[in-house]
């Protein structure tokens, strides 16, 4: 067996692995980047590449009020007080370092929104698979290696249980790596792992299968072996609002967010729609075919933003997807639904919209107490058949601030590192948009300022 040493092991090229190898590289760290499929970028680069931040200069220029204050409350709010305080505290903290960092490797934020369980226009929108692309030449200039179908499959530990590499395996056979300031897992979720799926979250197993293809919870695997505790593995769900064909191209459509109501085949309303989108995910599961139709008329329609995911029905009309009609019978013939339903469903929103009398199901708002709710009139009507998408998993080990791996009994794993999708803890009960991209930037650059630190490299510093 060959063996090779390092002074960092990162596994998996996501935002969170490739800041971490950028940043550790930059800061003169010897860095090895492992990935196991062909392509760099997992779930990442399929991602909608918005980035959650507040008090940024884009929202000064926009004059949208945020703070650290709101962030915090909305991301307890939309976890239900399940996700663990001193990691969004970390996240707080933090985010303005990794934030600059990303501008001055290049990134640019191109637009501000607000998306799902934000009460703020919080969301930073970026050119991902660029983004990814620059981190990673950078990474290259600054000297990593970087292994591509190179699969971790083993951790590597001392007799006195210190995590001291990992065994990679490729088509050219098994390699161990030493690495002296120890081994980040990055190595995302688990949303094409079926035998992890069947265990903690079986009913998923009916939402569509996406995110990164080599995103199979190998990381988690590896760190169960060695007992590492883990968090929030019973709030695995898919994201509400994909077509029941979508392909390997990111589709989703949140019209909800925007005045749509969401019917399911019997043509009623099923959930307060301005929820996130990973509990509509969920509850999406108990209708009939997984299925819920996003109605809406041509008010609506008109707010569509080309280019931008999650709003351009250009983008889904062009692949047939979205389909109208100048009637809600006509309409709901089309889609398959009962049509008598869907106008009585509609005449009974618009009522207690325009009467401003409380909602059958809740609903306050378009979006998470924002937005105000408008009624369903304009010809010509719209639907978008739509289901839920495992994009990603957001449960997994559980960390302290530091990103140190910690095992069942509250005891850090030493050596151990694990930023990123693999981590459980950060989200509790559902996820806000952007804080994925956002904590895997955040913890990645992190875990690197801290690798530098305890190595003494002399420019350190330069990784924060
Ligand atoms: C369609 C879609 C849209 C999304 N939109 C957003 C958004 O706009 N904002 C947001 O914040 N989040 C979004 N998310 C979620 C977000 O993209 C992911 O949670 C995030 O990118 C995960 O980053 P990561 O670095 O942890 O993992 P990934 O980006 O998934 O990278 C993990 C990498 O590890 C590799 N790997 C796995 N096992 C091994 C192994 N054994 N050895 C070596 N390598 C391994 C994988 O092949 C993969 O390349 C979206 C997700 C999807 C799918």
């Given at each position: 067996m060959t063996t090779r040493t390092a002074d960092l092991l990162v596994l998996g090229s996501g935002i969170a692995g490739q800041t971490a190898a950028t940043a550790a590289a930059e800061a003169g760290l010897d860095v090895i980047l492992a990935e196991k499929t062909a392509d760099l970028g997992g779930s990442t680069v399929m991602s909608g590449g918005w980035f959650a931040f507040s008090d940024t200069e884009e929202q000064r220029e926009e004059g949208e009020e945020d703070s650290t204050e709101l962030f915090l409350k909305d991301m307890q709010e939309v976890g239900e007080f399940r996700n663990d305080p001193a990691l969004l505290h970390a996240y707080l903290d933090r985010q303005d370092a990794a934030y600059h960092w990303l501008k001055e490797h290049g990134v640019q934020f191109r637009e501000i929104e607000i998306s799902s369980g934000q009460s703020a226009k919080r969301s930073h929108n970026t050119a991902i698979t660029e983004v990814m692309a620059g981190l990673h030449e950078q990474f290259d200039t600054a000297g990593g290696t970087t292994l591509r179908e190179h699969r971790a499959v083993r951790l590597i530990t001392d007799a006195s249980g210190r995590v001291t590499g990992a065994t990679l395996a490729s088509s050219d056979g098994e390699i161990d790596v030493i690495a002296r300031q120890g081994v980040v897992i990055a190595t995302g979720g688990f949303t094409r792992g079926n035998e992890l799926m069947e265990i903690f979250a079986p009913e998923q197993l009916a939402a569509i299968p996406f995110g990164g293809?080599?995103?199979?919870?190998d990381g988690l695997r590896m760190a169960w072996k060695l007992g590492a505790d883990m968090a929030d593995m019973s709030f695995v769900s898919g994201t509400y609002g994909s077509h029941p064909e979508t392909g390997h191209v990111h589709e989703l459509l949140t019209a909800y967010y925007m005045g749509a109501i969401i019917v399911n085949r019997a043509g009623e309303r099923f959930t307060d729609e301005s929820q996130s989108y990973k509990t509509l995910g969920r509850a999406v599961l108990d209708e009939e075919d997984g299925l819920g139709v996003q109605i809406f008329d041509a008010d609506v329609r008109a707010k569509s933003h080309p280019g931008i995911p999650l709003k351009d029905m250009e983008a889904i009309e062009s692949l047939g997807h979205l389909h109208h009609a100048d009637t809600l019978e006509e309409l709901a013939e089309i889609v398959g639904i009962d049509g008598n339903q869907l106008v009585q469903t509609v005449a009974r929103y618009n009522r207690a919209v325009a009467d401003g009398t409380a909602d059958e199901l809740g609903r306050e708002s378009l979006c998470n107490g924002i937005g105000e709710l408008r009624t369903i009139t304009k010809a010509p009507f719209y639907a978008y058949p739509a289901k839920s998408l495992m994009t990603t998993t957001y449960c997994g080990v559980k960390v302290t601030p530091d990103a140190e791996v910690v095992d069942v009994e509250g005891e850090v794993i030493p050596g151990l590192y694990a930023i990123g999708e693999v981590v459980g803890g950060f989200h509790g009960a559902a996820y806000m948009t952007g804080t994925s991209l956002g904590k895997g930037a955040i913890f990645g650059l992190h875990v690197a300022c801290q690798a530098a630190e305890r190595s003494g490299t002399s420019d350190a510093g330069a990784a924060a």
């Open positions: 293809k080599g995103n199979t919870g």
